[in-house]
T-cell receptor
Framework: DTAVSQTPKYLVTQMGNDKSIKCEQN?????MYWYKQDSKKFLKIMFS???????INETVPNRFSPKSPDKAHLNLHINSLELGDSAVYFC????????????????FGPGTRLLVL | AQSVTQLDSQVPVFEEAPVELRCNYS??????LFWYVQYPNQGLQLLLK??????LVKGINGFEAEFNKSQTSFHLRKPSVHISDTAEYFC????????????FGTGTLLAVQP
């Protein structure tokens, strides 16, 4: 009954490869996010979707492309992986966006540890 | 622009001692404040949050935090820590208004020693 799940948990790959990370939430939430946590544990938002619509798109290389097939899923595809992409990627979800529900909490997945060699 | 400062990257403390993890924020508008905990090799879990009302907020696992608007602080406290509290603690801020974008601090590692 995991709330926010991510696959895979670990991903080791070579530079230049293309890879995808998947995220699913079973909380019935409308909004999902991708965060990147670097080697110094700094956590920064990358993207956010609300009901399959992109609402936050931070300064991220266009090699990163999020896709939301439905509001329960938000996948992250990364093209031409670079060494600097090595990090932990967290997916999160929250109940509402712009619904006056400012108290909404973001629930995080367990993370995907990406290592680019 | 908002920012969050956690001055202490690591706080060592003995078991059963009290602890305070500091968090300061900068914002010109009203904010909502959060503390998250990350246990080793796990995702983030919400400890507590301040949205409005009482400035003293109680969370899970015996933690509490106090919102101080004049000092723009939201320090996290626990009167007696356990070994199991060893984890990374992140303070985060969200601007009041039409956004759900969280800005995180750099984290504080709470290292509880026996």
């Amino acid at each position: 009954d995991t709330a926010v799940s991510q696959t895979p948990k670990y991903l080791v790959t070579q530079m230049g490869n293309d890879k995808s990370i998947k995220c699913e939430q079973n909380l019935g939430h409308d909004t999902m996010y991708w965060y990147k946590q670097d080697s110094k544990k700094f956590l920064k938002i990358m993207f956010s979707y609300n009901n399959k619509e992109l609402i936050i798109n931070e300064t991220v290389p266009n090699r990163f492309s999020p896709k939301s097939p439905d509001k329960a899923h938000l996948n992250l595809h990364i093209n031409s992986l670079e060494l600097g992409d090595s990090a932990v990627y967290f997916c999160a979800s929250s109940q509402a966006w712009l619904a006056g529900a400012y108290q909404e909490t973001q629930y995080f997945g367990p993370g995907t540890r990406l290592l680019v060699l | 622009a908002q920012s969050v400062t956690q001055l202490d990257s690591q706080v060592p403390v003995f078991e059963e001692a009290p602890v305070e993890l500091r968090c300061n924020y900068s914002s010109s508008v009203s904010v909502y404040l959060f503390w998250y905990v990350q246990y080793p090799n796990q995702g983030l879990q919400l400890l507590l949050k301040y949205l409005s009302g009482s400035t003293l907020v109680k969370g899970i696992n015996g933690f509490e935090a106090e919102f101080n608007k004049s000092q723009t602080s939201f320090h996290l406290r626990k009167p007696s820590v356990h070994i199991s509290d060893t984890a990374e603690y992140f303070c985060a801020v969200r601007r009041g208004g039409a956004t759900n974008k969280l800005i995180f601090g750099t984290g504080t590692l709470l290292a509880v020693q026996p």
